[in-house]
């Protein structure tokens, strides 16, 4: 059968990325703006013409696009009050001085993602990279970095966009726990070579600045502004489809931040990289939303390992949506391929595009897939040992 216009559209704006990525946000509006083009004047949007079909979609799509917007900024502007607060210039006091630091920072940002947006922390850990190895960082390691992010979210219901829609169609939170079994394998896989070779390219540091003041107000608002972001979670999940009519998220985080202003004002100069770099990930994921995907192959475990590669270049939110309209697939083993799947490219997780806007070399997907290549090994190898621990239970009974 002949490939779809839209697919093929798609390919070349991914290709030129992948090949320019001193350009990246031109190249995604225009890929964006050529799509969009295609769907009003030919193809149409769900059996929905011209402008009209593509207002519908827009309409559809536009609160997970508002809570990347300002999760992208707003955790960026986080990460600056966690670095202006001095906190991290303490943590060469409790972490190992030598690679073996690396892996436990890279430990830390799984375990806060597991209650955490992945955002807010491969931000947070990022920005503590940069203090203790003296802002040198290793494309690897910012691979890295991000690997751990999604991994520790692909086994919580409040880790990951996926993983939450999983809930609310009703797989228990119980049963995506399984999910981190694969993430643990694969994080043992990645994390040491990524630490070590941190190490190499530039030493931990090993003991903390002497006039180290923390910013005790700045780390309050931290604080309130993480445990707003889970709350406003907590409360759109507890709406059920009505959640879906507005960013929660992102409001509360963005609010928060303007409410506090008046205590300790953020560093306002972080927001056009970032907003660069949000726009830059938006414009994929809209692109990707007007695919002409109906279905997906039967579910298996080679097409649920298909998925998540295909989430390295997809937005796995249309694919987890699809999957779940499907039906058939071990739901955990779905949640760790698509949720871990996208750290294989810099821009195939929004945490992996906030992350790289710190360290521009990061945007080369050539450079991301040479020095972060254990990511990708530690892919099939979390897949293979979730397989042979547990075998594929599709539809897997809903623990309550």
Do not use: C
């Not at 941190?198 to 107000?217: H, M, N, W």
């Not at 990707?288 to 270049?313: H, K, Y």
């Amino acid at each position: 059968m002949p490939i779809p216009v839209e697919f093929l559209i798609f390919g070349v704006t991914l290709l030129g990325v992948a090949i320019f990525h001193r350009h990246t946000l031109l190249i995604a509006l225009l890929g964006l703006a050529v799509v969009a083009a295609y769907k009003v004047f030919y193809s149409g949007f769900d059996g929905q013409p011209g402008l009209l079909g593509l207002q519908w979609h827009l309409q559809e799509e536009w609160v997970i696009l508002a809570n990347l917007f300002a999760l992208l900024v707003g955790f960026a502007l986080l990460s600056r009050h966690f670095d202006q607060s001095q906190l991290p210039r303490l943590l060469p006091q409790v972490l190992p001085d030598d690679w073996q630091g690396g892996v436990v920072l890279l430990a830390l940002v799984f375990v806060l993602s597991a209650f955490l947006d992945n955002i807010a922390a491969a931000m947070i850990g990022a920005t503590v990279a940069g203090t203790v190895y003296r802002n040198k960082l290793h494309i690897g390691y910012l691979a890295a970095i991000v690997a751990a992010s999604n991994a520790g979210g692909s086994g919580s219901v409040v880790g990951d966009t996926t993983t939450t829609m999983m809930w609310l169609d009703g797989v228990a939170p119980l049963e995506l726990l399984r999910a981190y079994v694969a993430a643990l394998a694969a994080f043992f896989v990645f994390a040491i070579p990524a630490a070590r070779q941190q190490q190499r390219f530039s030493p931990i540091v090993r003991d903390p600045p002497p006039d180290v003041r923390v910013d005790v107000a700045r780390v309050i608002v931290i604080v309130l502004v993480l445990v707003g972001a889970i709350a406003a979670n907590v409360y759109a999940d507890s709406l059920t489809a009505r959640g879906d009519a507005f960013p929660f998220i992102g409001a509360t985080v963005m609010s928060l931040l303007l409410l506090l202003t008046p205590w300790r004002r953020p560093d306002w100069a972080v927001v056009p990289g970032a907003a660069r770099g949000a726009l830059f990930l938006l414009a994929l994921v809209v692109a990707a939303s007007m695919m002409p995907v109906d279905s997906l192959p039967e579910a298996s475990p080679q097409a649920t390992f298909g998925l998540g590669l295909v989430s390295a270049v997809f937005d796995n939110i249309p694919l987890t949506r699809l999957a779940l309209q499907q039906g058939g697939y071990d739901w955990a083993a779905l949640a760790y391929a698509v949720g871990f799947g996208g750290s294989m490219l810099w821009f195939g997780s929004s945490a992996g595009v906030a992350v790289a806007n710190l360290l521009p070399e990061a945007q080369s997907t050539g450079q991301w897939l040479r020095k972060g290549w254990y990511v990708a090994v530690g892919y099939l190898v979390g897949f293979l040992v979730f397989l042979w621990v547990f075998g594929w239970q599709p539809e897997g009974p809903y623990l309550e």
